[in-house]
């Protein structure tokens, strides 16, 4: 039923339009964003998960470009989401402005700064941090060494005063508010309380069955008890009803659920697919253990020497298993996709492999790649290999023998 009400039950298109990006945005809900490129950004992978081969330049235009469709917000983290959503924000860009607005917080002490910022913007229309640093104040701050100019930007979008204008590359453009969202959706206001029934209402439609914990992570909705009022009155309207789900325990008594009633459940699910560690389908970690025995933990920031997976491991979907996860690099210069490890997960079968390796070449062939190389680190590494040998695709085969220790 997830994986369902992800999209992951639908069959692929032979060519991907805007319609399809559309569609897949209103299941998700919201596209996290993330800056790490190893392999392809977080943003890019959830369409191609769902949808398959389509092109990047596509994405670019409909959320990274001046768009009426999609603007950035904290909706999850920092992602994309409908600029219609605009309104239900609003409870989160006032708790922002409340915290700031005490004397200790940044933005008291650097008022001066903010009313530059905000004459900059009126006055000259969406603008890159860098538009504004020649003339900004000079004094550095603590928070990631960003100059004063960037900080006013990133505190006034928080408060919801400022919004992004799409993207140059991957730098922002910020704008006031009234600038890029559409003047009927920023008067509208919707109450805390029926902005959260709405939040809570379209997690439980993205998940398909769901705990409390889950619909609250969604959307990163702090308050339980607002999210199990929301819960209640969902039940009372009968869009949410009660379930209890085999494996879902505590303490020996069933942890409550609720299905979303326009849930589906499929025959099966006939799909293998790369998952972004940011794709709703695992992103909370622990939803991941508990629907899919995946115990995730993102190693980007753990020394080299002490990874178990990998500095940026992908967890693969088989059917509706996640059997694996391989870590990836797109190696430009080579025009090679580098399976840098591959480990088994313990839903896995010995015919995963194939499926994994046809994944890959799709993989390569999107990211305009030319091989694959897969090294000896991990203990799915050998079977991968020997299925990428038998996948018949148009991308050359690589395994390079003076990979096999890497990362050992």
């Known amino acids: 039923m997830t994986l369902a009400a992800q999209g992951f039950s639908?069959?692929?298109?032979?060519?991907?339009?805007?319609?399809?990006?559309?569609?897949?945005?209103?299941?998700?809900?919201?596209?996290?964003?993330?800056?790490?490129?190893?392999?392809a950004r977080s943003h890019y992978m959830p369409m191609f998960s769902r949808l398959g081969d389509y092109d990047p330049a596509l994405l670019d235009r409909l959320f990274l470009s001046r768009t009426t469709h999609?603007?950035?917000?904290?909706?999850?983290?920092a992602a994309f989401m409908p600029v219609a959503d605009w309104a239900l924000w609003r409870f989160r860009m006032d708790d922002w402005r409340r915290r700031a607005a005490d004397p200790s917080k940044w933005m008291h002490a650097h008022a001066r700064t903010l009313d530059w910022v905000r004459a900059e913007?009126?006055?000259?229309?969406?603008?890159?941090?860098?538009?504004?640093?020649?003339?900004?104040?000079?004094?550095r701050g603590s928070w990631w060494d960003w100059d004063e100019a960037k900080l006013a930007l990133e505190h006034l979008w928080r408060c919801g005063e400022v919004a992004i204008a799409?993207?140059?590359?991957f730098e922002r453009r910020y704008g006031l508010a009234e600038q890029i969202v559409p003047a009927e959706v920023l008067a509208r206001r919707?109450?805390?309380?029926?902005?959260?029934?709405?939040?809570?209402?379209?997690?439980?439609?993205?998940?398909?069955?769901?705990?409390a914990s889950d619909l609250s992570d969604y959307y990163r909705l702090r308050d339980l008890a607002a999210v199990r009022a929301a819960v209640?009155?969902?039940?009372?309207?009968?869009?949410?009803?009660?379930?209890?789900?085999?494996?879902?325990?505590?303490?020996?008594?069933?942890?409550?659920?609720?299905?979303?009633?326009?849930?589906?459940?499929?025959?099966?699910?006939?799909?293998?697919?790369?998952?972004?560690?940011?794709?709703?389908v695992v992103w909370f970690r622990d939803r991941a253990l508990r629907v899919f025995d995946l115990d995730y933990r993102i190693e980007i920031y753990v020394p080299a020497e002490k990874r178990r997976y990998g500095y940026?491991?992908?967890?693969?979907?088989v059917g509706d298993r996640i059997v694996a996860r391989v870590d990836l690099k797109a190696d430009r210069a080579a025009s090679t996709l580098r399976v840098q490890s591959a480990w088994w997960e313990?839903?896995?079968?010995?015919?995963?492999?194939?499926?994994?390796?046809?994944?890959?070449?799709?993989?390569?062939?999107?990211?305009?790649?030319?091989?694959?190389?897969?090294?000896?680190?991990g203990d799915a590494a050998d079977a991968v290999a020997h299925a990428l040998h038998g996948a018949e695709n148009t991308v050359e085969r690589h395994v390079h023998p003076n990979e096999a220790v890497v990362g050992r």
């Open 232 to 280: 209640d009155d969902l039940v009372d309207a009968g869009e949410l009803e009660p379930v209890a789900v085999r494996g879902w325990e505590r303490s020996g008594r069933p942890v409550e659920a609720w299905r979303h009633t326009s849930a589906s459940l499929p025959r099966r699910i006939d799909r293998a697919a790369l998952l972004t560690p940011f794709d709703p």
């Open 312 to 317: 940026y491991s992908l967890p693969v979907l």
């Open 70 to 77: 999609y603007v950035e917000y904290l909706a999850h983290e």
């Open 10 to 39: 639908r069959r692929l298109p032979d060519t991907v339009a805007s319609r399809h990006l559309h569609r897949a945005m209103d299941r998700l809900g919201v596209l996290q964003i993330d800056s790490v490129n190893v392999f």
């Open 190 to 211: 919707i109450e805390r309380p029926d902005a959260v029934r709405e939040l809570v209402r379209r997690a439980a439609r993205s998940y398909g069955v769901a705990t």
């Open 166 to 169: 799409g993207r140059i590359g």
């Open 346 to 377: 313990p839903q896995a079968r010995q015919e995963d492999a194939e499926p994994i390796a046809r994944e890959l070449v799709r993989a390569a062939a999107w990211q305009g790649l030319e091989g694959i190389s897969v090294s000896g680190w």
């Open 121 to 139: 913007l009126r006055d000259r229309g969406p603008l890159r941090p860098a538009d504004l640093r020649d003339d900004a104040p000079r004094e």
